[in-house]
């Protein structure tokens, strides 16, 4: 059951919601779940998120990008996103920052495949950053 808590907050954490998954994954390792299993369930559920946000941006296009528009962080994050492109992807790790970039990627029709191997492994990368750095 620890697994689907650290699942969900790991993909809650990606989404636009104001959560962080790292206390619940340093919790699930501490509490001797193994860190391979715990990097592998966060990073299921925190890029299966930004695959959503991805779809969101790019399907949603109107809606989406008014939202962007109407806040401080998506409007920076589609500035960014339209002048950087590709390289903005780099930053999509970052807690705030990166999961409006997620959404802008989708906004924007940055190609899906570049999107998740740029944004995807850089998540997964983050928690195996804090599994073997960090505890």
């Keep these: 059951m620890p697994e689907v808590a650290l699942l969900f907050s790991a993909f809650l954490a990606a989404t ?3 959560f962080s998954s790292e206390i619940a994954f340093v919790t699930a390792i501490a509490n001797d ?3 391979t299993t715990a990097i592998i369930v966060a990073s299921v559920g925190n890029v299966s998120a930004i695959v959503v946000n991805y779809w969101f941006g790019y399907w949603l296009y109107e809606k989406t990008h008014n939202k962007l528009e109407s806040s401080k962080v ?3 994050s589609l500035e960014y996103g339209k002048k950087y492109g590709y390289p903005i992807l780099l930053f999509s790790w970052l807690p705030v920052i990166g999961d ?8 924007l029709r940055l190609n899906f495949i570049v999107f ?3 944004a995807g492994s850089l998540r997964i990368a983050r928690y195996v950053a804090i599994a073997y750095l960090a505890i």
């Design 16 to 18: 636009i919601f104001p």
């Design 33 to 35: 779940m193994p860190k």
């Design 116 to 118: 998740l191997l740029i």
């Design 100 to 107: 409006p970039l997620t959404l802008v990627a989708g906004v």
């Design 74 to 76: 998506g409007k920076s």
